[in-house]
């Protein structure tokens, strides 16, 4: 147990590394592999709950939408590069007790028979539903047997391949403060050129006229997932500041601590 709060209060320091739903948490959010020297990496499944849950690990295939949204796609997309004949997991069934966690192997095999570029699939982990006797039904008919069955839930991280080098160029575009919103927003595009995905995280900084410099939003882990062009961002900006002066700029740089930026664009207001 004490390992567990440990591998908890790590996971929850890096919690941008994460990702979290109901209560089964994973770590990392996203596996990506670059280059040829690695061939697996390990996930860690944890249950934050009380009650003891089985999940059920599949790979499935999404499309980004230009808003953001994941659709999944039932048939093969000539646009879409799988990774899912490269993937192996193990194991795909996982059964966790109350503030348990495990690891999960992921693998990667046959990439040399792949051209270079983008490779990505989605791993799924799907609470399986469990069955509960129904109250109501069991004071009207004893003699019987009725269940309810728990709505399953589940949630996805991204696999990603990189073979060779694949290379892309992130741009922000159509940059404007929504003056109908009810709270400040600011509206862009970030565009994606290449063979591979764009990953980062934006920041807005509004400068007044002054010249003094505020951080008024933030997101972090934004992608644009090939073969998607552009993805439309809106972002809430802080209340409290006068947006009808000054100059807005969005920054989209390098996940957490490398220090690259890929494209930045302003706004004067």
Known sequence: MRNFFL???????????????????????????AGTGVISQDLTLANMGNDSIRYQISIINYKMTEDGQFIQLKDQ????????KNLRIFPRAVHLGPKESQKVKVQVYRTHQLETGEYKSHLYFKALPKAQPDQADRKDNQSG???????????????ILEIGNP???????????????????????IGREGNKSTYGDLKVIHKDLAGNEAQVASAKGVAVYSPLPQRYITMKLQD?????????????????????????????L
Do not use: C, W
């Open 7 to 33: 591998l908890i209060y790590l996971m929850i320091v890096n919690l941008s590394f994460s990702f979290a739903q109901g209560d089964l948490m994973v770590y990392p959010k996203r596996v990506v592999f």
């Open 77 to 84: 997309d000539e646009k879409h590069q799988s990774a899912e």
């Open 145 to 159: 047997i009725s269940t309810k069955l728990e709505m399953a839930i589940g949630i996805s991280i991204p696999v």
């Open 167 to 189: 290379r892309v160029k992130a741009s922000l575009s159509h940059i404007s403060l929504d003056p109908q919103a009810s709270t400040p927003q600011i509206n862009f595009y």
């Open 240 to 268: 409290g500041r006068d947006y009808s002066s000054g100059e807005l700029s969005v920054i989209y740089h390098a996940h957490e601590h490398v220090k690259e930026t890929f494209a930045a664009i302003s706004i004067k």
